[in-house]
């Protein structure tokens, strides 16, 4: 459920699960309004649902509407996934596990050591990806072009966070282990990223959780200086897996079939 929620890629993602586990389900999209997601939520099991996401702009609002919120969730301050347990409704955020599993997968030991992240931007998006590099020992400079809201989110998280303006950028670039762009500069439709890599090591990982294009300029000119680059599309597949898992019992698979899946859908 979202609003608008058209664009969103789920329907094929979990589509694609139900169809080769052999599982009779469907998963619908919900256009809901601000108004109305609270009764929407509540009445989710009555109306036949085994549980289902929630994105923009409903993720904070669906807190207040279901009976348990997960830790994680409630660290973060957003929810994206719902689910039965024990005749509740429980809520969690299933991002963070995307945006980890992601990097794991497609950057095998980037976080064998505890560095330093450089996160661009403040917003939805960046508050799962902070939570997650602090959880795994990284400390972490939020650079925002709005920088009470980088100020904001560091303070949200405290102690291993910081916060900075874009100008800063070039001097926090030779100490970086990990940049992540997390606003949406470099998507279709947006200007690309006005940042120079200078003095980015050239061992350091490069992550875009921009996935239309998936190949971003931040990550081609990463690729071109011979740094390691991970596009957004893993966080996109691997924060679906919990979902799934819960409504229906099997841990999905995140495998190169369905990789290219989602990037013809997303071509086309
Ligand atoms: P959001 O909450 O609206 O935040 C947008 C961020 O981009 C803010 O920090 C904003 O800075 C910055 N920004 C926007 N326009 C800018 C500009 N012209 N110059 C400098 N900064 C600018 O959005 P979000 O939900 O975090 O999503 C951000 C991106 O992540 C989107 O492209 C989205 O598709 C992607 N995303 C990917 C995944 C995935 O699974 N891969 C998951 C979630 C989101 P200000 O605060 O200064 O406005």
Redesign the pocket.
Known sequence: MGHPVRHSRSPKLHGHWLRVLGIAGEYTLADVRPDDVAAFIRALGANGYAGGNVT?PHKVAALGAVDRVEPEAAAIGALNTLWFEDGQLVGGNT?VY??LA?LDQDAPGWDARHGRAVV?????????IVYGLLRRGFSVTIV????E??EALAGYFGRGTMAAG?SALPALLPGCDLLI???????TG??P??IALDGLPRDATVF?????PLETPLLAAARARGNRAV?????????GVPGFERWFGVRPAVTPELRALIEADLIS
Do not use: I
């Open positions: 923009v991002d995307g945006f992601s661009l931007g403040a917003g939805g998006a960046a508050r799962a925002n072009r709005t920088v809201k980088a874009w762009n997390t606003t949406s500069l470099g998507m947006s200007p990223l006005p875009d959780a921009v996935y239309v596009d957004g599309l893993g966080m996109l597949l691997h924060q």
